[in-house]
């Protein structure tokens, strides 16, 4: 190869690196297999290469010209946005609501810790005593941001916008552990450090990983300290047939689940209207499956009736993170769902202090298949 063709493939290289760079992209894979060399080759000559200008976006952004949807930024400000059964409109939050949901966010905001990430169920350490609630959704639907709102911070849980960013359970510590039965606590144990257990979970469909939903299901199934589940529909509540067989799922290991519409703020001015339908449709839905169920997974006992929605995004939260958004509203259903008594002060319901069935060393117990 003569100097002078050496030195223009090596301008070429170093333009597409910064290509690379400044788009976002690795040069390893999208930048590098998307642009061939071909392709630079044919269409670029030298006296163009010298005038090339450097990107500062993606090369790809005018190949998307996907709007953006609407925000409203009204639905940052609201505590709770809770549909009702036979109610269109969302719950007005009262003078009778605020004791419970201060008392919520109090314990949100007290303590949080990152504690372990696990890919299989024999990676999460022994908890006894501990309630934990998982949160599930399809891939990108906002599980991650909203663990962040729900702990009042912005880096957390790790976000993207991505989809299949989170690629194993991340488990996180909340509250103080003073009303945990330490009775229950075996010799050698650890004592508790917080009183809730939060897991962030890969999610399901679009870049999902295979072998997630074989290890959720034995976690639903065989976790003691479980309590409950969060499952994010996207905000136009459409269910997807991966969202189905979730519930279906969630179902048949009568795991108590709450349903939580993400990203109202997209929604535009017509938000309640469109949450509305959506919840219209679920509903049903949910019934549907109850009815199907023999293990007492039904409504209200099974799955709560009340369903949610929230703009985990808060970019333009007026007081901070965490206090608008519908979050508040939520934190207080998840204390429910985890068994905490939220009235002035917080009590833990009788059945957090002591689990009925076995208590199997994680190491013992028999997987179906
Ligand atoms: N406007 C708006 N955007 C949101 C909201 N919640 C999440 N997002 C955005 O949605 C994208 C995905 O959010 P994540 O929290 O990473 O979604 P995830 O469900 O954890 O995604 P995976 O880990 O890939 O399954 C990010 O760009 C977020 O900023 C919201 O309430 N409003
Ligand atoms: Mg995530």
Redesign the pocket.
């Known amino acids: 190869m003569s100097g002078a063709l050496k030195y223009q493939r090596g301008l070429r290289l170093s333009r597409l690196c910064t290509n690379a760079r400044t788009c976002g992209y690795s040069t390893r894979n999208s930048c590098w297999s998307q642009l061939s060399p071909a392709s630079l080759h044919n269409s670029v000559g030298p006296k163009q290469l010298r005038r090339l200008p450097v990107l500062r976006t993606s090369p790809y952004s005018t190949l998307s010209p996907k709007p953006k949807p609407l925000?409203d930024k009204s639905v940052h400000r609201l505590s709770s946005i809770c549909f009702k059964p036979n109610s269109k409109t969302p719950a007005p939050v009262t003078k009778e609501d605020r004791p419970s949901l201060n008392a919520a966010d109090k314990f949100f905001h007290q303590r949080y810790a990152f504690l372990y990430s696990a890919s299989e169920l024999k990676n999460h350490p022994i908890n006894l005593i501990i309630p934990e609630i998982v949160i599930l959704?399809?891939?990108?639907?906002?599980?991650?941001?909203?663990i962040n709102a729900l702990l009042g911070r912005s880096d957390a849980?790790?976000?993207?916008?991505?989809?299949?960013?989170?690629s194993t359970m991340n488990v996180f510590g909340i509250g103080s552990p003073e009303f945990i039965n330490k009775d229950l606590l075996e010799k050698g144990m650890r004592p508790p450090r917080h009183g809730l257990r939060l897991l962030?979970t890969?999610?399901y469909g679009f870049?999902s990983h295979t072998d997630w939903g074989e290890t959720i299901i034995k976690y639903l199934n065989k976790r003691k300290s479980l309590r409950g589940a969060v499952l994010?529909y996207n905000r136009a509540g459409q269910a997807h047939d991966t969202d189905r067989n979730v519930l279906k799922a969630l179902a048949e290991a009568n795991c108590k689940t709450l349903i939580v519409l993400?990203?109202?703020?997209?929604l535009g001015p017509s938000w309640a209207e469109k949450l509305s339908q959506s919840v219209e449709s679920i509903r049903p839905e949910l019934r549907k499956l109850s009815a199907t169920q023999e293990n007492g997974w039904k409504e209200g006992t099974g799955w709560v009736p009340d369903v949610y929605a929230?703009?985990?995004?808060?970019r333009s939260s007026p007081k901070g993170l965490g206090t608008g958004?519908g979050i508040p509203g939520v934190r207080r259903a998840i204390m429910d769902m985890a068994g905490y008594n939220l009235q002035e002060k917080i009590e833990v319901k009788p059945e957090t202090i002591a689990y009925d069935g076995d208590v199997v060393s994680f190491d013992n117990i028999k997987w179906k298949s």
């Not at 959704?137 to 909203?146: D, I, L, Y």
């Not at 929230?310 to 808060?314: I, N």
């Open positions: 925000e959704g399809r891939s990108n639907v906002g599980k991650s941001t909203f849980a790790k976000v993207s916008k991505k989809a299949g960013h989170t962030d890969p999610g870049r994010l993400t990203k109202a703020d997209t929230v703009s985990a995004g808060m958004g």
